[in-house]
């Protein structure tokens, strides 16, 4: 495309949220184009642990927290780990991550991330249409389990969280945990079901299905690294690529964890930081999982998908350069066969990826401060597969002037 031409909106990033926030602006008549260098599902999108977690209001900090992370990083491969060399660069992310697990502003997150999340099936089905929507997605239901019979702090608080806003939950003993998930393990003993979440079969398929849906419904895909955004005197944006010039009136950033990068030439900055996931897949696994399982004690999911089993989970501080530590993703396969002990799978298939995560859980969406024609849509962290669809909604509302379904305010970047 010659750096003359006007492609209306440009949304960087073809992601979860990328392609939402494209999906939406294209069904509302703009001339959209996405540009990102990997094709649809690369990044985050692909590796996520798969859980669509409409009634989920929990942000990962949460009081009590601080007193937890020495323990995590006493084991280098616990849920927890911070390289030496990165410490100082997430020390002060990891500060306000403390701050915004105060109980008075944890319910503050917990009503926006409701807002956010609850209608994210709704908005599921409306990219998706029925039928892709019933082949992809599973609202069935999610499992979270522990070893102990003794209800902990942090588990009292998301109960207590979850009654506020109405959310409904089942408890579970041991005899009900076992008929639901035969060969779990004897230790696990207590259980919650939330019915209200559920699941993707395929989180690779499902992006790659918005993507064939945005292309086929007249939207630009070009597979190029976005190196700066340029304001341009007139108005409008120069988009500046590995390879070419293209002009944008408006811009959508949904970066993911690179956002950052993009945002601090302009003098636009959030506390977004990469926390590097791991995930192991489970291919011809020998047993079944009705639903997805999130281990509490041992802070790490499983997901029954149609490549086999995700075993998801541990955040790794190391930025967006360092080698992945394959260990991490092992350890997974070992705390899947400790869970369900007579478990056995062809080879694991590993992968690491970069979750864009805020101190407070919530993303960031909404015109950048100072920057007109410039809209932000990222920083989903642990919740991007709920969060994405209505977060491009909304972003797609604001872009064009439209009223909102739900009030910004909340994930504006002013609130840092």
């Known amino acids: 495309m010659p750096a003359d031409a006007h492609p ?54 949460l009081p009590g927290m601080l007193r937890k992370v020495p323990g995590w990083l006493n084991d280098p491969l616990g849920p927890l780990s911070i390289r030496p060399a990165y410490m100082p660069r997430a020390t002060p992310w990891l500060m306000k991550w403390v701050r915004s697990g105060r109980m008075e502003r944890v319910r503050e997150i917990a009503k926006a991330m409701r807002a956010l999340h609850v209608n994210a099936f709704h908005d599921w089905k409306e990219l998706l249409g029925d039928t892709a929507y019933r082949d992809l997605v599973r609202q069935s239901g ?4 522990w070893d102990s019979s003794t209800e902990t702090a942090t588990g009292r608080i998301e109960r207590n969280l979850r009654k506020e806003h109405g959310i409904h939950s089942e408890e579970l003993g041991a005899d009900d945990l076992r008929q639901m998930f035969p060969g ?28 064939e849906m945005f292309r086929a419904e007249g939207g630009i895909v070009l597979p190029e690294r976005v190196l ?40 636009v900055r959030v506390p ?6 791991y995930h192991a897949m489970l291919p011809a696994p020998s047993i079944s999982l009705r639903l997805p399982i999130l281990q509490k004690s041992r802070n790490f999911g499983m997901t029954p998908m149609e490549e086999g089993i995700r075993v998801a989970g541990t955040v790794e501080f190391a930025g967006l350069e ?69 977060s491009g909604k909304l972003v797609a509302q604001l872009v064009v002037g439209r009223p909102t379904t739900i009030d910004p305010t909340p994930y504006s970047a002013a609130r840092f």
């Open 142 to 145: 999610q499992v979270q389990m």
């Open 322 to 390: 360092a080698v992945p530590d394959e260990r991490r993703a092992k350890v997974l396969h070992e705390q899947a066969r400790r869970l369900f002990p007579d478990l056995r799978t062809e080879e694991p298939k590993l992968w690491m990826g970069h979750r864009p995560s805020t101190p407070d859980s919530l993303p960031v969406l909404g015109p950048a401060p100072g920057h007109r024609g410039l809209f932000l849509c990222f920083g989903h962290s642990h919740f991007g597969m709920t969060g994405g669809p209505p």
């Open 272 to 277: 977004l930081e990469t926390e590097r996931g």
């Open 8 to 61: 209306g909106i440009v949304v960087v990033g073809g992601g979860v949220a990328g392609l939402s926030a494209a999906l939406n602006l294209l069904r509302m008549g703009q001339l959209v184009t996405l540009i990102d260098p990997l094709p649809s599902p690369g990044g985050a999108s692909f590796g996520n642990a798969g859980l669509l977690s409409a009634d989920t209001v929990v942000p990962i900090a």
């Open 228 to 267: 700066k955004l340029i304001p341009e005197d007139g108005g409008g944006w120069l988009v500046f690529t590995n390879v070419g010039n293209h002009r944008a009136e408006k811009i959508v950033l949904a970066g993911g964890a690179w956002s950052g990068q993009l945002l601090e030439p302009l003098g």
């Open 184 to 211: 779990l393990a004897r230790e696990v003993v207590r259980g919650v079901f939330i019915p209200g979440n559920g699941h993707t079969v395929s989180p690779p398929r499902l992006l790659r299905t918005l993507a």
